[in-house]
């Protein structure tokens, strides 16, 4: 799990991907990569995505690729299966953290209240995603509930984008943000891979720029 944490906060902005098309998963891949963000949240929200993961760790295997919208124990399996370095949840499940704490799979449910956040930590947890996070009230919201757990670090997804990506990383208790800005749904169907390599670079620049 540290190994995974450690890339989280390395990269910073971890895309967040809902890919219909296995063919697409290598494209899209390269275009991360190239633009400074190599890694990806496949959603389990597409029947393809096993595939996707799949076909991103074959030919990208530096690239950090996880699953998420995990919503059961066997889609932790399928997902593993298809070669998923880690595991992320919408909401907190406690059936799914322990099974994936039980098996040594790096796991980030989503948490959306101080209750939620308590039940991680008790399993042992010290990175949980914030989800939706801008409805919630943002990182207002988020420095509020973190202020008991000064040993939690957060990853809002969820209405993140380049518009209010910077208060966020500003924030010592934010690891990294889950974001599908650089990655929309319209940009994959159309192919415009260079546009998402375009938009990942600056994304990336913009990371580096508060985090040095």
């Known amino acids: 799990m540290n190994t995974v944490i450690q890339r989280f906060k390395e990269i910073g902005i971890i895309p967040v991907i809902a890919l219909e098309?296995?063919?697409?998963?290598?494209?899209?891949?390269?275009?991360?990569?190239?633009?400074?963000?190599?890694?990806?949240?496949i959603t389990f929200r597409t029947r393809e995505a096993a595939a996707c993961i799949k076909e991103m760790r074959t030919s990208h295997p530096d690239m950090l690729v996880g699953a998420g919208t995990i919503l059961s124990t066997a889609q932790v399996d399928e997902a593993i299966s298809a070669g998923a370095q880690f595991i992320v949840s919408p909401g907190f499940d406690e059936e799914v953290v322990k099974y994936c704490i039980q098996k040594d799979i790096p796991v980030v449910p989503g948490t959306a209240t101080a209750t939620d956040v308590q039940a991680a930590y008790k399993l042992g947890l010290n990175f949980v995603k914030v989800f939706p996070a801008e409805i919630l009230g943002g990182i207002k919201m988020i420095k509020a509930i973190a202020a008991p757990y000064n040993m939690m670090t957060f990853m809002p997804s969820g209405g993140v984008s380049e518009k209010n990506m910077d208060a966020y990383l500003k924030e010592d208790i934010i690891l990294c943000v889950g974001g599908s800005w650089m990655v929309k749904k319209d940009l994959i169907d159309n192919k415009e891979f260079d546009t998402i390599e375009a938009l990942s670079r600056e994304a990336r620049s913009r990371f580096e720029k508060i985090r040095g």
């Open 21 to 41: 098309h296995k063919e697409d998963a290598s494209l899209l891949a390269d275009a991360l990569c190239k633009g400074g963000l190599p890694a990806a949240e």
